[in-house]
């Protein structure tokens, strides 16, 4: 072996692989069974620990994991190349679009041009392969892709009830687990309240808002992080107002729509964020005491309430959050039936009210908005209840006032069935809002 001299060779044979270097020794070896990262230095690319500095320099043969969340990255490649010299770079955390990367090529030419010609890069997820060729042309790109981001989560797994009214207003909650087992109650943040609405935002987050309290119907809001905690009160956006209903749209925002006093169709949009927005001038018929659900995993949907007596018309949300018009309603009119939770990753579900008395009915929401014919309830009737999604596809039911408040508790199978009753934990309250976090 002494007798090599050149560059670091590798060396593939029976039950050995080898780097040697310039003078012939054995820098890394290895028989079967040989680690992943020494066959990518035996494919020719050796991949680098993740870089996070503002400044980097390449070397050829290597890949480069770069990670720009907190700063931008300018990186120079070598000052020499050889023909098919090779470097790879790869976004770490798809922050390119916010930071990007800037190539230096260091004295040598990049796609035909010289080194006083920017060469920046920035779309999220992107992987470069660059190939040096000659003095002519330089280093080429022959890749220059952004890869698609696929983990989805199917749904929140986890939920939350708050607030409502237990013959005075409330402000304590109470979380779902992701096995839909409710816990005892939390000591409330924010006003007390009821008859208010909920709704997931941001993909893993939710937010109380509205409802009516001490001082009377109110228009503030407070927000649930991705852990369950809810924030102190954030002054309110919109007119002020109770019985609305809430839902989320456009996989990561949500709407607040309709309420009272008096009967109202105006709209709040909830960014991504969770900022709300100033009123949108509604569609469809005004009116109260209605509920509402995500469904087809992007779009929402309003339904019931009361305008001079009960209804059951419908009225659908686009995935860019634009409430359409009613459409004729399917099953008994009620009102007070805020109690509407997804279900099966992509449908939804309407169960309980009142009806000239407490009803324990349910109506089905397809993947694509139809509403389906009553189905017979299953737990105690009563109105005033609400539900959330947890486990990513079940649903649960919870509280309301039958003959007087209660915690009972109902949950929705995978294909929308309602359980029986699961005796209640925490306060017993009617008005509750309920929304799922992650």
Known sequence: ???????????????????????????????????????????????????????????????????????????????????????????????????????????????????????????????????????????????????????????????????????????????????????????????????????????????FGYGGGAAGNLSMTNLVSNSGVVSTDVTGVGTDSRMKAACAYGEDKGVFGYGTPPDLNITNHVSNVGVVAANTTGVGSARRSLGATQFGGDKGIFAYGRIVGDVSMSNLVANTGVVATDVTGVGTARQSAQGACGYGDDKGIFAYGYAGGNISLSNLVSNVGVVAADVTGVGSAREGTAGCEYSGDKGIFGYGYSSNYTAVTNLVSTVGVISTDVTGVGTVRSGVAACSYN
Request: charged content about 15%.
């Open 1 to 207: 072996m002494s007798g090599i001299v050149g560059s670091n060779l590798n060396i593939k044979g029976s039950g050995l692989v080898a780097k040697l270097g310039t003078d012939g020794q054995v820098l890394t070896s290895g028989g079967a069974g040989v680690t992943a990262a020494f066959e990518d230095l035996a494919g020719g690319i050796s991949w680098q620990a993740i870089e996070t500095g503002s400044t980097m320099t390449a070397v050829a043969g290597e890949g480069y994991w770069v990670n720009t969340t907190s700063n931008a990255c300018t990186i120079t490649l070598p000052g020499s190349a050889s023909n098919g010299d090779t470097i790879i770079f790869a976004d770490y955390d798809r922050t390119w679009g916010t930071n990007g990367i800037v190539i230096d090529s260091n004295g040598l030419n990049y796609q035909g041009d010289d080194d006083s010609f920017d060469v920046e890069y920035g779309t999220d997820g992107l992987a470069l392969k660059i190939v040096y060729s000659d003095a002519t042309q330089g280093w080429i790109p022959i890749l220059d892709e952004d890869v698609a981001y696929v983990p989805d989560l199917p749904g929140n797994q986890n939920g939350i009830f708050g607030y409502g009214d237990t013959g005075s207003h409330s402000s304590l909650t109470n979380l779902v687990s992701n096995a839909g087992v409710v816990a005892t109650d939390v000591t409330g943040v924010g006003t007390a309240r009821s008859a208010l609405s909920a709704t997931q935002y941001g993909g893993d987050k939710g937010i």
